[in-house]
Each structure stands twice: as C-alpha cells, then as structure tokens.
C-alpha cells in the first residue's frame, strides 16, 4: 500500500477512512451473510456442479442446480443476503444463464472487500474502483469475444449445450440444445431480428416417458384431453378452428334471475327451450364449417353442459374445453385467427386452419395436438416428457436457461470461450492494468482482478481437480497468450476450450460482471441498518 | 398538601430543565442518524421494514429515511416534518435541513447550559439568520437572460444534486436525462407530466429519456397495433353489463327464452355502450376498468385500440398529457373532450411490451425510462431523480444559483460572525453559535469523506477571508478547491429554504419548556 500512495502522496491524506465501531459491525455483518448466501449455491456452479435437494414449506421437493431457483426458494431474512437472491433474479431477467456464476462473482468481490475495508481504504473509493474495474473488464471481454452468425446452426448449439451441460439433464444436452436453438430461431421476427420474446415459445410438460421423448412441435400443444363426455371425435383433418369466449350452455343473465315454474307441461316446455337454444346455436357454428372448438373457462358459469357436448359431437365437432383466458393470445396468434366473443360474430373468416387436430394417448395422459396450421404465426411450442416430476421441472428449468442462452445471442452476436478462460484472462489484463494505476484504485482493482479467479477455482474444485494447480497452470498459459485456454473438466486438465467447443453467449458473461459488481458498490455504500415500519 | 391527580392515568408530564433536555436529546439523536448520508461520499442505509414481508430498501435520501422511522420524541418528530416539507417544496437537501436544525439545537444546547435564555438565543438565531440570508442573496450568480450559460448552470446543479446519490457514477447520463426533462416543462413546475417507468434489466447507463407517454399495458387482441393521429378517449367506466346496483333485485320469467331473451338485452346493452363509444369518432379507447371479451371483439371489429384496466395513475397522466378529459358517460359526444395523439405504437422495453403514445397534445410530456439491476437499484435511482427533477423545476422559476461544497456555510459563517462582532449583548453568543452550526456542515461533509475535517474548515475559512472568494471543499481530491472551476452548484431556492426552515424548526424546539404526553388509547391486539 505504501508503495500505492507514494506515487500520489496527497491521497494517503484523503482515501483513508476511519470508522467506527457499529457501522463497522454492520458492514461486516453485512458482508458475512451475503458470503454465507453466495457459499451456499458455489458447489452448484459448473458442468460437475452438485444439485441442491429443497424441501419447501409445503411439503414440495425441489432438486436444481439453478442458482436462481435455490436462491429464490431459500427464504433468507438478512437485508444484504436478500440483495444477493434479488442480484441472481436479475441476470435471470437479463441473461437467463450464468445465475450461479453472478452470485459466486458478488460473494468472492466481497471477501477481496473486506481485506480492503480492513486496511483502511474508504467505502466509495472501492466503490468506484470496481466500477471501473467493471467497465474495463467488459471492454476486455467484449475484446476477446468472437462475432457470430444467426446462420451458423452449429455454434448456437455449442453454447447451448455448455449452458445443459452444467444441469441434471446434460446427458440429454444433444437433443436438447438443437431444439433450444431451433424453437428460438423460428419465432424470431424477421422485421425486428434482434428481439426474441421468450413468451412466443410455449413449454407443455407432460408426466411419462423420458426426456429422450421431448420434441418441438410445429403447431400447438393442449395439455388436456379432447371432450369424450358423448362420444365427440378425436381427430380431425382439414381442421377448422374457432377459439370462442362465449359458452354454449343454457343462457344466464347477470341478474338474479329465477324461472317460476308452476307445473308440469311448462316443465316439459322450458326443457325443450333449452335444447332448443343450444342447438340454435350448435347449428350456427355448424354452417360455418367450424368443426373444432376450443373454448375458454368461464368462471360464471359452465363453458359447456352435457347436452351441449352431446349435441356438438352429433354434429361432429371436436371440442377442447377450459382453455385458460391467458392462452388465448397465444392460441390465436399461432392459429391466425381472432377470438369470437359472441355467437352472432360467429364468422368463417374468423377461423383458424390446421391440417390436423389429434388427441394423442401419452403415458398415462393424452394430449392434444394441433399441426399443420396454415398461415402459422411465429410461435412454436415444445413438449417436455419425463420419468417424473422433479425431472420434468428440472428438464424445463434447463431448457429454458439455453432458450434465454439461445436468444442472447439473437440480441447480441458474439460468443466467447466457457471454461473459466474468460476469468482467467480478465484477471490478468485488469492485473496488468492495475499497475499502470495510481493510488488506492489500482489497489482496488488488483482485488478485483484476484477475486474473478474464484470462477476457474470453483470450476475445478467442484470437479474434483486440485484448485491451485489448475489456477496456476491456467495463469502461466495465459501469461504465454493462450487467451482460450480453459479448465477442461471432461478430461480434467486445461485445452484450449474454443475447440472443445463449450462456449458461451458474451452477454452472459458481461451481464454476470456488471450486475455482480453493482450489487456489490450498493452492499459496499450500507452503513446502518434501520428498522422501521 | 398534595394534589392527588391532575393528568389522566399514564399521561405523563415534562417541565422545564427535563423536558428542553428531552427534546435536544431526540432532535440530536435523529440528527446523529442521518448525518453520514450527507455530502457525495455520504453512505447508504437499509432500512428494514418490521411489517409483513420484512421488505427492504437501500437509500441515501434523508426524507425517505425519516418517513419511515419509529419516533417516539416530539422534538424529533418537529425535525422530521421540517425534512418532509423540505422534500415536498424543493425536493432536495432533505438531510441537509435536519442536519442544520440539529446542528443549531447543539449548539443552543450549550448556550443553555450557560444560562443564556432561550428567548435570547432564539432572538440572537432570528438575527443571524436573517443576516446570513442577506449575504447568500449577495453572491447569488443569475443567469436568467442568457440560455446557454443558464443551462450549464442546470447540468452543473443536476450533477452536483445526482453525486451524492447512487446515480453518481452515470451522473453525467442522468443530469442530461433529468435537465432534458425539465427543459420540455417550460417553466412548469408540474412534475406529473414526468413520467418515470421502472423496468428491471439492462444497466443504469441504459436509461433513457422519451419523448410522449407510455402505457405499461397490452393492447386489446385482434386490435390494430400501431394508429396515427390518434384520437383517445380516456373513461373509467364499467364495461360489463349495467347492472341494478340495488341489492336483492332480481326478475322472475316462467321460461327459457325469457332468460335468453334478457341475456340478449344484456348483450344488447353492452353493444349500445361499445357503440355510443365508437361515435366519438375515436380510435383509441382507454379504460380504467376491465374491458370484457366482448365488447373487446366490439371494439376490435371497428378497428378501435382499446386498452384495458389502465391504473388509476396512468389514466389521470394519459388525460393529462393527451389533452383529454375522463370520461364516464357516452351520451353527449360533444361534451367530452378527446385527447389526441400522432401516434400510438407498441414498443419493447427490455422483455416486455408497453404502449407508446408518441407526438402528444402536451408538448412537455415526456418519460424516462429507469433501468437497473434490481428493485432496490431502481428505486433508489427514481427517488434520486426525483430529487434532480424537484430541484431543477424550482431553479427554472427561480434562476438564482449558488456555488456548493460548502462555499454557501463559509459565506454565511463570515457573515454571522461578522454580525456577532457588532452586536452587543448576550444575543452576540447565540450568533456566534449559529455561525458554528452552519460550518458544521462543511465539517460533516469532509468526515464522510474519511478527511481530517478540522484542518481543511480551518483552511476554508482562511481562504474566505479574502474578498471573492469561491473555495469550497473538493471531496474527490481531498482539499480546498474553486467551486466555480470544478463546476459544483446549489439552486439558491433550496439553500434558503434549508436555513429558514432549519432555524424556524430549532426556535420551535427551543421555545419548548413543558411536554405533556397523553395516555395513549387502550388497544388489545397489541403484543
């Protein structure tokens, strides 16, 4: 440190902090508990990462290795290991990978913290130490990243696949990472090619088989079956659908209403109305040559009676009931066609066309499948299977972490080595950096370049290779300018990673740093904690 | 002879030397609490909520920190209310108002303590403040008439307020976000044309200032995405079936068809409504409450953009800004006044899609959109903004600018000190006080920064003692720098508004000699 200073000696005046005792307390404090947060998910961090059993307050089990799911299930109270779950959210939102990694980055940028806070050095000069350690760190990645081409089919899948290798699902990472990449790149819309919603992209899970059988469907995916109440078809070809808001049942005002019956035969007439009413309106679905329904939940009253479904199957139309309102948007997107909210606006323009609808037996369930729709929107669906549950969540946790890495590089086109080579290389040009820096900063920055080696050491350490070793033979090949080498777990020994193929989206990365950094100046910034109402 | 019982069960009562001690003791304490956030290097603090959910919030802002503080001393409370009113008139210095009413509290503490009398002291606190006022007015710097140099004075002041914030290290950003903003009101202090739309992701640096108005809504399916020359009608109606509202109300039929028949008078009413609406001649509806799937089919058929369940604020804004008025009867088109718009359009704001409203009848409207890293990052960073936008509208209307750093405590001080030279009497001590409480303003500042704060106000204060002078503290080099160069400045408005309502709010305290507490009501869920 003396050495630091003596370049610019008016600092040693100015950056030295005194502090007293309690908010030393509390920054420690602090400090401890996001560090006891960030313990907690590091064995869960790369392709030999451990999982994490989680038994909620329900009863319910959870197995993951998503540190964004551990995290959020971990139910923490202290305010500061609180920000720590809030940061793993975050690059949940923004990159949808690398929510292990962020956490582990925060709680290691911590540790170098407290080393510096304890000789001394004022809170807001580390703060904006990091800050511009980070900025710089970017530059250096952005620097080592390689340009990608939506085209290039066999890259996405490559960093799709080093985002499934690290979960319970790697073994089936091959089929998973084409589909992850295909389902992406099918709803990306040529006149905004730059933005995916990840909303366009349905995930159905159904229980049965094993997650070998999951497949993307070209079309839609109903969870539930087709009515079978009197005997209504299951299949169609030349399929014409009507997505309908309306319920084909006996009417119902919203005014309490009550029907006076005084006897017999006017029993007999309203029951006769009744039928009467519904194939009134049966017979105007009919002419317009519908013969799917799908129908949406009613909450007020049926959807569909008995009658209802025996008279539609009479006229032969399939019926799928209790579609949830929130689906609709995406049904009528897929099936181009619009919602009809009313019997009279039954029209044939409104209706959507597909070359099949099929209920399929799976397992123990059936499904219903639609494809071959004409005109389809930009919207696909996936269809997970598994042996249970816990599997099928974990399969969709998985699949959904290289959907986000698969539209990352939609949004941003560059890829840059995994492995650890990325920390490695940072830590050593911000090392290098620090040196040129003056005062306390480089100081600061030489801290933050040490704690980014913690990614390769827990990569290696969690797959059960000797840390040390690993760290300073990755160091001394960097050193040689080797910036691609990497921990290569597989074979347990360091290659240069871009040809073992395990890449990454650049924007994982910088967002893991950025992110990781900001929460760690805001911790930083806390010298009291208040409690009120 | 004892008089047995005056004051009600529990109620208790203070006098005289106990009760001026009590409130030095609170009003000192608050001031001890929030005097580490002051100046750019001052520190957070979470705040942590002993509700239901334990939520928690990081910030640097002494009116959020007060608000939400369990106070159980009057004096403090007085300090409090001074910080809200702060917040609520200026927006700014919300810490600095407490700090200087604390500050002048201890120092009359001591006055007291020498048998000087509070009346004295508040007279000789009236007299130095008046004085100190006097000579801020003197070196205010206006720059009314030249547009270029007063905009500079705006970024100067919008850095100077956003550097003790989060926003510090994008504070460049953020001054041009916020100077921007105020610029298109026009001399309007009305801050709800400013709309502020938090949005989790991206990073701070990705914020950005829009013109027009935006809707976190969806548009109504099958409706038209995208309209130009927009004509809005806002309503807050219920777009269900109208129903009788009286309870119990029910009819009676004898068959079937009756029941359809009045469902289809029910549909009927709807379409009427949908209808009465479309004759407005408008093509986009927006509504308060939930617009059902079918008069959204309705509305959808006429090519008309609806949007549904708009919040209570995004409507009242939308109205404002499009010119238009809520609505909530359709029977007299001509008597509702529609807002309009060039443009609607649905954009993407990070992951999801919200409701441009472009080219709007308000030319000042605009949006700023916040991104961030998390909840606690936004928050902290709107309320920061805030603060820049409260104090930029109020230089606007009132040009006068100040240098900051502590040159405008330096200033004051000399003055007052002058002052107390001058006048003769016990009064002289109580301005002599009021003079160190103002310097102890500079002094926190520079402990926050971890200096040796005695050296540098003894620095300060010599260098005041030329005529002219612009030195101030320079936190980020660790000395006494030129205000003027490094381009650090303070609206005039709200250091007045800082030392009246300071002063004010210590000669409230200090007049205190008795505190009577009432029993508190008698509750049974307590713990």
């Not at chain 2, 720059?143 to 100077?160: C, G, P, V, Y």
């Not at chain 2, 269900?240 to 009927?268: C, F, L, N, Q």
């Not at chain 2, 030279?421 to 002094?443: C, M, N, Q, W, Y």
Request: glycine share 6%; proline share 3%; net charge negative.
């Amino acid at each position: 440190m003396a050495a630091a200073t003596a370049a610019q000696p008016r600092s040693s005046k100015t950056e030295s902090y005194v502090d007293n005792k309690r908010k030393e307390d509390i920054r420690q404090a602090n400090i401890k508990a996001a560090r006891a947060v960030a313990d907690a998910v590091r064995t869960s961090l790369g392709p030999k990462g451990m999982d994490k059993m989680i038994s909620t307050a329900n009863g319910e089990v959870i197995i993951t290795n998503d540190g964004a799911t551990i995290l959020n299930k971990m139910e923490v109270l202290q305010p500061a290991a609180k920000m720590l779950v809030d940061l793993s959210k975050s690059q949940d939102a923004a990159a949808g990978d690398g929510t292990t990694t962020v956490v582990v980055i925060a709680g290691a940028l911590l540790k170098q913290c407290l080393l510096l806070l304890t000789n001394g050095i004022h809170p807001t000069v580390i703060s904006d130490s990091l800050h511009k350690a980070s900025t710089k760190a970017v530059d250096v990645l952005t620097a080592m990243a390689v340009p990608l081409e939506l085209s290039d089919r066999e890259s996405l899948i490559k960093s799709a696949s080093t985002s499934l290798n690290s979960k319970v699902v790697s073994q089936y990472s091959t089929l998973l990472a084409p589909l992850a990449v295909d389902s992406v790149l099918s709803v990306v819309d040529p006149a905004k090619p730059d933005m995916v919603d990840l909303r366009d992209i349905k995930i159905v899970k159904k229980l049965g088989g094993t997650v070998d059988d999951t497949e993307l469907v070209k079309g839609l995916v109903f969870d539930k079956k087709a009515s079978h109440a009197a005997g209504g078809p299951t299949r169609m070809e030349n399929a014409k659908i009507a997505v309908i808001q309306f319920q084909i049942s006996p009417p119902k005002t919203d005014i309490e209403q009550s029907i006076v019956v005084s006897d017999y035969t006017q029993m007999d007439r309203i029951l006769k109305e009744e039928r009467n009413y519904i194939l009134g309106m049966i017979k105007k679905i009919k002419t317009t040559g519908c013969n799917v329904l799908l129908i949406q939940k009613s909450i007020l009253r049926d959807a569909v009676t008995d009658l209802s479904l025996h008279y539609l199957a009479k006229a032969k139309i399939m019926v799928i009931k209790d579609v949830e309102r929130d689906d609709i948007e995406f049904i009528t997107k897929t099936l181009n066609c619009l919602p009809i909210a009313n019997i009279e606006h039954f029209r044939a323009e409104k209706l959507g066309h597909a070359a099949l609808v099929e209920e399929v037996s799976l397992g123990d369930g059936k499904i219903v499948k639609v494809t071959g729709i004409k005109d389809m929107g930009r919207t696909t669906t996936v269809l997970i299977r598994g042996s249970n549950q816990l599997v099928i969540d974990e399969a969709e946790r998985s699949l959904h972490d290289a959907l986000c890495v698969v539209r990352c590089l939609v949004s941003k086109r560059f890829l840059i080595a995994g492995g650890g080579a990325p920390e490695i290389e940072l830590s050593r040009q911000l090392g290098a950096w620090s040196k040129v820096l003056h005062g306390m900063e480089g100081y600061c920055v030489r801290s933050f370049a040490e704690a980014l080696e913690v990614v390769p050491y827990t990569l290696a350490e969690n797959a059960g290779l000797n840390p040390i070793a690993i760290v300073t033979e990755l160091r001394n090949r960097h050193a040689q300018g080797e910036i691609n080498a990497g921990i290569n777990v597989r074979k347990g020994q360091i290659t240069n990673i871009l040809e073992e193929n395990v890449v990454q989206p650049l924007l994982v990365s910088t967002s893991a740093i950025t992110l990781a950094t900001e929460c760690v100046r805001m911790i930083l910034k806390i010298d009291d904690i208040v409690n009120v109402r | 002879m004892a008089i047995e019982k005056i004051l009600k069960d529990d109620a208790s009562e203070e006098k005289g030397e106990r009760a001026r001690m009590a409130s030095f003791v609170g009003a000192i304490a608050i001031t001890d609490l929030v005097k580490t956030t002051l100046g750019p290097k001052g520190m957070d603090k979470i705040l942590q909520s002993t509700g239901r959910g334990h939520g928690v919030t990081v910030t640097n802002d002494g009116a959020t920190i007060l608000k939400s503080l369990h106070i159980d001393n009057p004096a403090a409370k007085v300090l409090i209310d001074i910080s809200k009113v702060q917040d609520d008139e200026v927006g700014d210095g919300t810490t600095s108002v407490v700090v200087l009413a604390g500050e002048l509290l201890r120092e009359a503490e001591k006055l007291v303590a020498a048998k000087i009398h509070p009346m004295t002291i508040i007279s000789g606190y009236r007299m130095a403040a008046e004085c100190a006022r006097n000579a801020l007015s003197q070196r205010v710097v206006d720059n009314k008439e030249n547009a270029e140099k007063f905009k500079s004075d705006l970024m100067k002041i919008a850095r100077t307020t956003l550097s003790s914030k989060i926003l510090s290290q994008d504070k460049e950003h953020f001054a041009q976000l916020a100077v921007d903003a105020v610029m298109r009101l026009k001399g309007s202090t009305n801050l709800e044309a400013i709309q502020i739309i938090k949005k989790p992701g991206g990073s701070l640096m990705d914020s950005f200032l829009d013109e027009g108005f935006i809707l976190d809504k969806k548009i109504g399916l099958g409706q038209p995405k995208r309209i130009e020359n927009a004509k809005i009608l806002v309503a807050n109606t219920a777009m269900d079936t109208d129903k009788v509202k009286i309870y119990g109300a029910r009819v009676r039929v004898d068959s079937m068809s009756k029941v359809a028949e009045i469902e289809g008078a029910e549909k009927e009413k709807m379409r009427e409504k949908v209808q009465k609406i479309i004759a407005h001649g408008i093509n986009c509806f927006v509504n308060r409450q939930l617009i059902y799937n079918f008069p959204e089919e309705l509305f959808a058929d006429a090519g008309v953009l609806a949007i549904e369940h708009a919040d209570f604020d995004g409507i009242e804004r939308l109205a404002l800004v499009t010119g238009g008025e809520i609505a909530s009867t359709f029977d007299n088109p001509e008597s509702v006044k529609i807002g309009h718009c060039k443009l609607i359009e649905e954009i993407m704001i990070g992951e999801d899609k919200s409701i441009h409203f472009s080219g709007v009848e308000m030319g000042q409207a605009c949006t700023i959109v916040l991104r961030g890293a998390s909840h606690h990052v936004l928050d902290e960073a709107e309320r920061s903004l805030h603060d820049a936008l409260c104090v930029l509208s109020q230089t606007v209307n009132d040009t006068r600018v100040l240098l900051g750093g502590g040159w405008p405590e330096m200033v004051m001080a000399k003055e007052v000190d002058e002052l107390a030279r001058k006048t003769p009497g016990k009064k002289s001590h109580a301005i002599e006080a009021f003079s160190r409480a103002l310097v102890a303003i500079p002094t926190i500042i520079a402990d926050n920064a971890g200096l040796d704060s005695a050296d540098l106000v003894a620095q300060l204060r010599a260098a005041h003692h030329k005529e002219g002078c612009n030195a101030g503290i320079d936190v980020i080099s660790g000395s006494v720098g030129d205000m003027a160069e490094l381009g650090i400045s303070e609206s005039f408005k709200v250091k007045q508004a800082v030392l009246l309502s300071a002063t004010e709010a210590a000669e409230m305290i200090l007049r205190v000699d008795e505190i009577i507490t009432c029993a508190p009501r008698q509750r049974e869920d307590r713990m």
